[in-house]
């Protein structure tokens, strides 16, 4: 596969897909610019272009609609990517102040936001390449190539405690988890345990009988397991 095949295979796939003003849309904004973020870096990083969305339609808190650069869906995850141009963003402090204030909203709905310099992806592709792989790489490492969803390599409640352990400095207590997951305490520690024999927690002894009170998670704080 070669990136320009595997491009424009992508956007004729979206223009087949799309009509009226959004059609318009990835006709005029798919530009330089654009095109040079899905080589240099959505390529690179990816290989594919799976789950990957040019010139996406979003409302913003008005309820207008714009078109945001690029989304990433993976699952119920979205990561948006915006490319900056100075000359189209620096200048008019009106579109800048509502750029601003989209980006915003956007994160107050659970999208993640990415801005990228345009000109520091010209001079400084690395830079910008190592950069979005850091924020992306879990993500990466879950993703289905085919489908664009998460590959779970553990279950809903191994992930919750995990995730409930690194917001507690790494410690579960099963009664505390208990109340915050609105699961049974058996339940905590039935599956505290079984990450235990998967490597991910370690039980902490108590006293001098030994006794099991709480679990250390082991595991990094960054890991497609988490997800």
């Not at 309820?63 to 008019?92: A, N, P, Q």
């Amino acid at each position: 596969m070669s990136f320009e095949i595997e491009h424009e295979k992508w956007i004729k796939y979206h223009m087949s897909k799309r009509h009226g003003e959004r059609k318009d849309a990835l006709k005029r904004g798919h530009g330089y610019g654009n095109r040079l973020f899905a080589e240099k870096i959505c390529w690179t990083l990816m290989g594919h272009f799976t789950g990957l969305h040019p010139e996406y339609e979003i409302k913003d808190w008005r309820g207008r609609s714009y078109f945001v650069d690029f989304i990433w869906i993976l699952g119920g995850l979205r990561f948006v990517f915006e490319i900056m141009d100075y000359g189209s963003h620096g200048k008019d402090r009106s579109k800048y102040r509502i750029d601003l204030n989209r980006g915003l909203f956007l994160q107050s709905q659970e999208c993640h936001m990415i801005w990228i310099s345009l000109d520091e992806m010209k001079e400084n592709p690395s830079f910008i390449l190592t950069m979005v792989r850091s924020i992306l790489g879990p993500y990466l490492a879950a993703a289905n190539e085919k489908t664009g969803e998460l590959r779970h390599k553990f279950g809903k409640i191994e992930r919750q405690l995990m995730r409930l352990a690194i917001r507690h400095n790494r410690i579960v207590y099963p009664p505390i988890a208990s109340k915050e997951l609105e699961i049974h305490k058996q339940t905590v520690m039935k599956y505290c345990r079984k990450l235990v024999e998967e490597g991910k927690f370690r039980a902490i002894p108590t006293g001098s009988t030994g006794k099991i009170y709480q679990y250390e998670y082991i595991g990094p704080l960054q890991s497609p397991d988490l997800l």
